[in-house]
Structures are given as C-alpha cells and as structure tokens.
C-alpha cells in the first residue's frame, strides 16, 4: 500500500537554529501534501497545503516566513522550521494525497518530533 | 468552513466491553469521514472510513455509523483488549477535492484488563 516516510523521527536543536524536516511519498506521487502540528494531548492543526511546483497556503496565524515549506518534486515537500525556539517543539506530522485515488484520501506519516532547547 | 466536534474526550472501558466514540460535523458537503488511532509518539493510522453514500461499515471488531441528516457518525468498538488503548481522532473533508482533512478533539480511550 502507499507509504509515507517522514525524516527526521526526532530531533534537538537549539534556539535561534533551522531545522529541516522531510516528508516522502515512497510508492506514490503526491501533488499536494499537507503538514500538521500536534502539541502534547491536541489534535491535528493543519499549517499547510503544499501543491508540487507552487507556493504553499497557508492556515490562518502560520507564519509562512518562519515555517518555509518547499514541494520541489511529486514525492518530497520539506518543512523548514527557521530561527526555532522552544514554543515550535512539537510534533510534526505531513500527509500526502495519491491523486491516481484508491481507498484512502490522504496517507499519513509517522511524524517528526522536534525539540528545541 | 468545517467543525468537527469529538466525545468523550476520555473513555476507560473494562476488557471485553464495547467503546463508542461519536462526531458531529457541520458542514453538510462533507462527504468522506475517516477514523484515526495514534499511539504515543506515532503518527495516526487509518482504522476504518466511511463515505456519504453508505450508512454504516463494519470490519471485524470495528464498526462506523453515518447519519447524514443530523450530521454526526461514530466509532463502535466492540470486545475490547488492552491494545485497543490509544487515542482516536475522527475526521470529515470532502472526498476527490485535495482538500485537507478537518479532526476532532480526539479521544484517550483506555480498556482496563
């Protein structure tokens, strides 16, 4: 079945650094993904609509300049988390869409979780 | 746009018994409604959907009622076990659009053995 990769599954960084966070559709190619935060016993909050080849959309009060979203090809959108601080440690989380159907609407990854110190 | 609500937020069942978890949407064009279960520091794992032109789904233990007047559906567990425990989330979007997923609150079920 299709499969969502996400990496890294954790990582620490300091405050005022960039992190990077990568989301692969393995077997499938993905035109829209879609990225996630999760805080500690919350839902989903969906940050983002990334579209391969465009600008992503953005949710109401995420900031686009801060959390840098790039879908360059039809299996990898990156997130990019710049100048993290403490308040961005949270779970992260992309799903992509299988525009060829099948059963599901979106297939989920297994989620990043970024700390920041 | 949509608004998912999601009870209980927190269910402890003794192993054996059924869990029943239920969603309200308010979006009538909704027509896609899925079911997640995530553990503890994974991401969430489709458990069973359920589409507009069908009423009810079952697959084994696991079971998804749709009632599209009042615009609620709901998850029914039946003969619970330990490993049922985790937290569920239901979801409503519309299907074939590309368009994102709205979740409930989610739910911390719990099976005592």
Known sequence: ?117 | GENVEQHPSTLSVQEGDSAVIKCTYSDSASNYFPWYKQELGKGPQLIIDIRSNVGEKKDQRIAVTLNKTAKHFSLHITETQPEDSAVYFCAASKANTGNQFYFGTGTSLTVIP
């Open chain 1, 1 to 117: 079945g299709a499969v969502v990769s996400q990496h890294p599954s954790w990582v620490i960084c300091k405050s005022g650094t960039s992190v990077k966070i990568e989301c692969r559709s393995l077997d499938f190619q993905a035109t829209t993904m879609f990225w996630y935060r999760q805080f500690p016993k919350q839902s989903l909050m969906l940050m983002a609509t990334s579209n391969e080849g465009s600008k992503a959309t953005y949710e109401q009060g995420v900031e686009k300049d801060k959390f840098l979203i790039n879908h360059a090809s039809l299996t990898l959108s990156t997130l990019t988390v710049t100048s993290a601080h403490p308040e961005d440690s949270s779970f992260y989380i992309c799903s992509a869409r299988n525009p060829a159907g099948g059963p599901r609407e979106q297939y989920f990854g297994p989620g990043t979780r970024l700390t920041v110190t």
